[in-house]
C-alpha cells in the first residue's frame, strides 16, 4: 500500500495577487471546482493509498485540515516550524510513517500542480510499484511539450529489464532557450515534476548515507515531537539547525539507484499567470476568462476577476487579475517578475504580500471593508458551532451589529443571545468572547474605534484551536 506525502508548504509569490503567503495557490481553486490541494488527495481515489501525510507550515494548519476533512481524506499532518526546503520535510514524513514498525511506499507529491489525464496518471503509478519495492529510487518526469526553460531535466538512461522505466543518466539545471530546444529535438529528457515514489526505508538510507547532517536534524526534531489538536510538531530549535535544501540536490542527483518513469498525463505546476492561461478553455480569439469580464477586440489575454466587472478594449498577450486589494496587469512574457513585485511589497512594509484584505481563521473569516485613522469596519462570519477566543484589547472598543444567524456573546460576566438587527458594546478593556451555537453560518459587523486597531492588540484567555 502507497502513503501519499502531500508537500503544502509553498508560498506560490508567482500567482500574487490571488496566491499570498499566509493563502498560497495549493489552497485556491484555479481550474476546478476543487482547491489544487483537495484535487491532489483526490487524485489516488480507486488506488490503495492510505490517507496522506501533509507537510504544512503554521500559519496554514486549519487550512490543510479543513480542505481535506471536506474530502474525507484527512490524515496526519506534520508542522513545519520554519521552511527547510523538501529533503528534509520528506524525511520527516518517512520518520512518521516507520513509527509501529511500519514501511509503506511514499509518494510525494506536490499540493499545487494538476493532472488533467487522471487515469494515465494512475496507470503510470502502478507501473512504478514493483521497482520503489525492489529499493529503486523512483522519481517520475514529464513527458515535454515544448522547450521550456523554466524546468530542470532528466535525462533517460537504459531501458529497465521489462519495465516502462529508465535509468536515470544525469540531472541538468533549467536550460537557456537553445540548449532546452535541443533536449527536445535529441529526446531523452523529461521536465522535473518533484514527485517520487520509495520506501521510506531507503529514503532514510540514501539521506544518512548522501546528507547525513540533515538524517540527523531531522531525526533529532522529530524524536521529540508532540501532538496537538490532531496537528504533529516538531522541535523548532532542532529542526531550524537543520540544513536547506531539496531533495533533488540532497538524494536523487547522487543515488545510484534513481530510475524515472516519463509521465504523459497533462501535468502543469501552475507556475505563473501564463501557464494558467494555457490549461484554460480558451475563446475563438484565445481569451481565457475567469470571472465577470467583457472582452472586446482582444487576443490571447487571461483576465481573472473576483468582486467586479473587467472589461478590455484592443489588448493582446495581457493578464489581467483582480482582487479585493489589489490588480495585477502584466504582459505574459514578463509574469515571472511578479515576484519582483512581491518581494518589493515585503520591502516596503505593506501587508499585500502577506494577507488578503479577506482573512480566513480556524472559525470562519473578516473582510477589512472599510478603516480610518481611529475606526476600522470588519464583516465577520462565524462557522456554525465556532468560537472565537476569549480575549480583550489595551486599546479598542468594539459595536458588534447581528446581520443574520444567531451571536451568544459574552462581555464580562455578562452572557447573551443576540439575534439578526440587534447589536452588543464591548468597551476597551473588557474581556469578551463571541460563539455561533447555531447551524447556519452567523454573520455580522464588527465596528472597532481607538487610537490602535492592530491585530497585535489581542489577548487571549482562552482559545480552542490552540492559539497564543
Given at each position: 500500500?502507497?502513503?501519499?506525502v502531500i508537500l503544502a508548504g509553498g508560498s506560490g509569490t508567482r500567482l500574487w495577487p490571488l496566491s499570498r503567503s499566509h493563502y498560497p495557490k495549493q489552497f485556491l481553486r484555479l481550474t476546478e471546482d476543487q482547491t489544487m490541494?483537495?484535487?491532489?488527495?483526490?487524485?489516488?481515489?480507486?488506488?490503495?493509498?492510505?490517507?496522506?501525510?501533509?507537510?504544512?507550515?503554521?500559519?496554514?494548519?486549519?487550512?490543510?485540515?479543513?480542505?481535506?476533512?471536506?474530502?474525507?481524506?484527512?490524515?496526519?499532518?506534520?508542522?513545519?516550524?520554519?521552511?527547510?526546503?523538501?529533503?528534509?520535510?520528506?524525511?520527516?514524513?518517512?520518520?512518521?510513517?516507520?513509527?509501529?514498525?511500519?514501511?509503506?511506499?511514499?509518494?510525494?507529491?506536490?499540493?499545487?500542480?494538476?493532472?488533467?489525464?487522471?487515469?494515465?496518471?494512475?496507470?503510470?503509478?502502478?507501473?512504478?510499484?514493483?521497482?520503489?519495492?525492489?529499493?529503486?529510487?523512483?522519481?517520475?518526469?514529464?513527458?515535454?511539450?515544448?522547450?521550456?526553460?523554466?524546468?530542470?531535466?532528466?535525462?533517460?538512461?537504459?531501458?529497465?529489464?521489462?519495465?516502462?522505466?529508465?535509468?536515470?543518466?544525469?540531472?541538468?539545471?533549467?536550460?537557456?532557450?537553445?540548449?532546452?530546444?535541443?533536449?527536445?529535438?535529441?529526446?531523452?529528457?523529461?521536465?522535473?515534476?518533484?514527485?517520487?515514489?520509495?520506501?521510506?526505508?531507503?529514503?532514510?538510507?540514501?539521506?544518512?548515507?548522501?546528507?547525513?547532517?540533515?538524517?540527523?536534524?531531522?531525526?533529532?526534531?522529530?524524536?521529540?515531537?508532540?501532538?496537538?489538536?490532531?496537528?504533529?510538531?516538531?522541535?523548532?530549535?532542532?529542526?531550524?539547525?537543520?540544513?536547506?535544501?531539496?531533495?533533488?540536490?540532497?538524494?536523487?542527483?547522487?543515488?545510484?539507484?534513481?530510475?524515472?518513469?516519463?509521465?504523459?498525463?497533462?501535468?502543469?505546476?501552475?507556475?505563473?499567470?501564463?501557464?494558467?492561461?494555457?490549461?484554460?478553455?480558451?475563446?475563438?480569439?484565445?481569451?481565457?476568462?475567469?470571472?465577470?469580464?467583457?472582452?472586446?477586440?482582444?487576443?490571447?489575454?487571461?483576465?481573472?476577476?473576483?468582486?467586479?466587472?473587467?472589461?478590455?478594449?484592443?489588448?493582446?498577450?495581457?493578464?489581467?487579475?483582480?482582487?479585493?486589494?489589489?490588480?495585477?496587469?502584466?504582459?505574459?512574457?514578463?509574469?515571472?517578475?511578479?515576484?519582483?513585485?512581491?518581494?518589493?511589497?515585503?520591502?516596503?512594509?505593506?501587508?499585500?504580500?502577506?494577507?488578503?484584505?479577506?482573512?480566513?481563521?480556524?472559525?470562519?473569516?473578516?473582510?477589512?471593508?472599510?478603516?480610518?485613522?481611529?475606526?476600522?469596519?470588519?464583516?465577520?462570519?462565524?462557522?456554525?458551532?465556532?468560537?472565537?477566543?476569549?480575549?480583550?484589547?489595551?486599546?479598542?472598543?468594539?459595536?458588534?451589529?447581528?446581520?443574520?444567524?444567531?451571536?451568544?456573546?459574552?462581555?464580562?460576566?455578562?452572557?447573551?443571545?443576540?439575534?439578526?438587527?440587534?447589536?452588543?458594546?464591548?468597551?476597551?478593556?473588557?474581556?469578551?468572547?463571541?460563539?455561533?451555537?447555531?447551524?447556519?453560518?452567523?454573520?455580522?459587523?464588527?465596528?472597532?474605534?481607538?487610537?490602535?486597531?492592530?491585530?497585535?492588540d489581542i489577548v487571549r484567555f482562552e482559545d480552542r484551536y490552540g492559539r497564543s
Amino acid at each position: 500500500m502507497m502513503l501519499p506525502v502531500i508537500l503544502a508548504g509553498g508560498s506560490g509569490t508567482r500567482l500574487w495577487p490571488l496566491s499570498r503567503s499566509h493563502y498560497p495557490k495549493q489552497f485556491l481553486r484555479l481550474t476546478e471546482d476543487q482547491t489544487m490541494l483537495q484535487a491532489t488527495a483526490a487524485r489516488l481515489k480507486g488506488m490503495d493509498v492510505q490517507h496522506p501525510i501533509t507537510i504544512c507550515s503554521e500559519a496554514n494548519r486549519f487550512f490543510v485540515a479543513e480542505q481535506l476533512r471536506k474530502n474525507d481524506q484527512l490524515g496526519p499532518i506534520i508542522l513545519e516550524p520554519v521552511a527547510r526546503n523538501t529533503a528534509p520535510a520528506i524525511a520527516l514524513a518517512a520518520f512518521a510513517a516507520m513509527e509501529d514498525e511500519q514501511d509503506p511506499l511514499l509518494l510525494v507529491l506536490a499540493a499545487d500542480h494538476i493532472i488533467q489525464d487522471i487515469a494515465q496518471f494512475q496507470q503510470t503509478l502502478t507501473s512504478a510499484i514493483p521497482s520503489a519495492e525492489k529499493g529503486k529510487m523512483v522519481t517520475f518526469g514529464i513527458v515535454p511539450t515544448c522547450p521550456h526553460t523554466g524546468y530542470g531535466y532528466i535525462q533517460q538512461g537504459d531501458e529497465l529489464n521489462g519495465g516502462y522505466g529508465f535509468e536515470v543518466n544525469q540531472y541538468v539545471e533549467k536550460p537557456d532557450l537553445e540548449t532546452a530546444q535541443d533536449y527536445l529535438k535529441t529526446g531523452g529528457y523529461l521536465w522535473n515534476s518533484g514527485m517520487f515514489l520509495f520506501k521510506a526505508s531507503r529514503y532514510l538510507q540514501e539521506l544518512e548515507l548522501l546528507r547525513p547532517d540533515i538524517f540527523e536534524a531531522t531525526k533529532a526534531a522529530y524524536e521529540g515531537h508532540t501532538t496537538d489538536l490532531g496537528f504533529t510538531r516538531i522541535s523548532e530549535a532542532l529542526f531550524a539547525l537543520c540544513p536547506d535544501e531539496s531533495v533533488d540536490y540532497a538524494v536523487m542527483e547522487h543515488t545510484k539507484d534513481a530510475v524515472v518513469f516519463p509521465l504523459d498525463a497533462g501535468w502543469s505546476d501552475i507556475g505563473s499567470w501564463s501557464a494558467l492561461w494555457e490549461v484554460q478553455n480558451k475563446d475563438i480569439h484565445g481569451n481565457a476568462f475567469i470571472g465577470d469580464a467583457l472582452i472586446h477586440d482582444s487576443h490571447n489575454c487571461l483576465v481573472h476577476s473576483q468582486h467586479r466587472l473587467i472589461a478590455t478594449i484592443g489588448l493582446e498577450d495581457i493578464v489581467v487579475v483582480d482582487t479585493k486589494d489589489a490588480v495585477l496587469v502584466a504582459h505574459k512574457d514578463k509574469v515571472q517578475d511578479v515576484k519582483d513585485i512581491v518581494s518589493e511589497l515585503k520591502t516596503c512594509g505593506r501587508t499585500e504580500f502577506e494577507d488578503h484584505r479577506q482573512i480566513y481563521r480556524p472559525w470562519g473569516n473578516y473582510d477589512s471593508i472599510d478603516h480610518g485613522e481611529r475606526y476600522q469596519v470588519k464583516h465577520i462570519t462565524v462557522k456554525p458551532g465556532e468560537k472565537l477566543s476569549v480575549q480583550m484589547h489595551h486599546h479598542r472598543a468594539e459595536h458588534w451589529v447581528i446581520v443574520s444567524g444567531t451571536a451568544k456573546v459574552t462581555i464580562g460576566d455578562q452572557e447573551m443571545l443576540l439575534y439578526e438587527n440587534q447589536s452588543s458594546y464591548i468597551p476597551l478593556g473588557v474581556v469578551h468572547a463571541l460563539e455561533n451555537p447555531g447551524k447556519i453560518p452567523l454573520e455580522l459587523i464588527e465596528i472597532q474605534s481607538g487610537p490602535y486597531l492592530g491585530e497585535d492588540d489581542i489577548v487571549r484567555f482562552e482559545d480552542r484551536y490552540g492559539r497564543s
